[in-house]
């Protein structure tokens, strides 16, 4: 059974670099066909899909995000990571991390963590 | 991209009856939509994919249909852990979008 565990500050201050990691147990970032993902939810909102790392290395974001996310991975430590610049308040969110197995729906989530955007 | 829109906003239903959401997208999906269900301070669970097919685990009162670019989740007979949000969500087209979401209250 797989698990995930998103991690990084609550707090980052507005036109900085949000910055967050996810550890996974449980299966690795580079066998099988998965899609590692990050998504976020706004508070009270829905639910808006990042990007993702697939498990050979391709990546793709959203393009409403695209010019600010960067995806990467660390094989070494089995973490996958998102990078957000310029980020501002509209960044306020709970980010989680998930897996998609083949396709993109989500079978498997980490339990999310919230960051704000504020000075 | 491709708009999911969920309805009712809010569905009030009383515990042992039936509910029905529903989910509506902009333009043809195929049967590439799953549904989540969320609980107060968790992650969305999968329930369905592929339109109609239920995920490991979940409980058989849980059912999905499909009609054209309509998404129908039903919920028979509703247990008090099932007064939650539920989402659709497509995966036909990038990037995957979500709808607004519908909650599951008691009446």
């Known amino acids: ?119 | 991209e491709i708009v999911m829109t969920q309805s009712p906003a809010t569905l009030s239903v009383s515990p042992g009856d039936r509910a029905t959401l529903s989910c509506k997208a902009s333009q043809s999906v195929s049967d590439n939509l799953a549904w989540y269900q969320q609980r107060p301070g968790q992650p969305p669970r999968l329930l369905i994919y592929e339109a109609s097919t239920r995920a490991t685990g979940v409980p058989a009162r849980f059912s999905g249909s499909e009609s054209g670019t309509e998404f129908t989740l039903s919920i028979s007979s509703l247990q008090s852990e099932d007064f939650v949000v539920y989402f659709c969500q497509q995966y036909n087209n990038w990037p995957p979008t979500f709808g607004g979401g519908t909650r599951v209250e008691i009446k």
């Not at chain 1, 059974?1 to 949000?18: A, D, H, I, N, Y």
């Open chain 1, 1 to 119: 059974q797989v698990q995930l565990q998103e991690s990084g500050p609550g707090l980052v201050k507005p036109s900085q670099t949000l910055s967050l990691t996810c550890t996974v147990s449980g299966g690795s970032v580079t066998s099988g066909s998965f899609y590692w993902s990050w998504i976020r939810q706004h508070p009270g909102k829905g639910l808006e899909w990042i990007g993702y790392i697939y498990s050979t290395g391709s990546i793709d974001y959203n393009p409403s995000l695209k010019t600010r996310v960067t995806i990467s991975v660390d094989t070494s430590k089995n973490q996958f990571s998102l990078k957000m610049n310029s980020v501002t308040a509209a960044d306020t969110a709970v980010y989680f991390c998930a897996r998609g197995a083949n396709v993109l729906f989500l079978a498997s989530w980490g339990q999310g963590t919230l960051v704000t955007v504020s000075s």
